[in-house]
């Protein structure tokens, strides 16, 4: 028995790869702008801009992919994704691999581009444009202790059987070890935790019936069909 008043949501969780275990979503992270979008563009000072997706936007990276209501302009973003197993705060680079990341995976960071546009000239919040639904399709996790920690390898995504996106890890303009740390000085980081860590050049529209396929090296790869 229960004194909730309605039925508890469920749990959102993802599978781990190669195994029945399922690995607890927390909270969901994105970062902004982590890559290289021109010809010699220089890191950042400081932490790029983050935000936040509901953890019900996670949705297995398989299968059909709802068009959302509300935009003409639906985009992708291909991302490695960064599974937190402990938390903390003020962590030091140096222990975020080896301490704190249990595993990785390969997201979309889906984005109603019009509505970023719009909330950007207008000073408004970003969530209608990346909290909607089914907005964070991600594979199941690969263990760092299966992966390793990745420091290089293609990331890439094809639209139609043509690359929209790729990229390389090691292109990262703040490394997964440095993102984790900066994070930690804002929030405290729980285990569950998600951190989406930027998208290479190369986002773009989707229309329905468009097949998706991307992935990154040594860690995922996977299709789905816009609906
Ligand atoms: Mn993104």
């Not at 962590?91 to 889906?110: F, K, M, N």
């Not at 992935?215 to 789905?224: K, L, N, P, S, Y």
Request: proline share 11%.
């Amino acid at each position: 028995m229960t004194d909730f008043v309605i039925p508890a949501p469920a749990p959102v969780a993802l599978p781990v790869a190669g195994s029945a275990a399922r690995f607890p979503v927390g909270r969901v992270f994105c970062i902004g702008r982590n890559y290289p979008w021109q010809a010699d563009e220089a890191r950042p000072a400081g932490m790029p801009a983050w935000f936040m997706k509901p953890t019900t936007a996670i949705v297995p990276a398989q299968g059909v992919l709802p068009y959302p209501p509300g935009t003409e302009d639906f985009c992708h973003e291909i991302e490695l994704v960064v599974a937190i197993a402990r938390g903390g705060r003020d962590i030091d680079p140096a222990q975020v691999e080896a301490q704190h990341i249990w595993g990785y995976a390969a997201g979309l960071d889906l984005t109603r581009r019009d509505l970023q546009q719009q909330a950007k000239r207008a000073g408004g919040p970003w969530e209608p444009a990346k909290a909607f639904d089914h907005s964070a399709p991600c594979t199941p996790l690969m263990p760092a202790e299966a992966c390793g920690h990745p420091r290089s390898g293609a990331i890439w995504l094809a639209v139609n059987g043509v690359d929209r996106q790729r990229a390389d890890v090691a292109d990262l303009l703040w490394a997964v070890p440095d993102l984790v740390a900066m994070l930690s000085r804002s929030v405290a980081l729980q285990p569950g935790d998600l951190v989406f860590t930027g998208t290479p050049v190369g986002v773009g529209p989707l229309q329905r019936g468009d097949r998706i396929a991307a992935g990154i090296d040594g860690i995922a790869e996977f299709g789905m069909t816009v609906a």
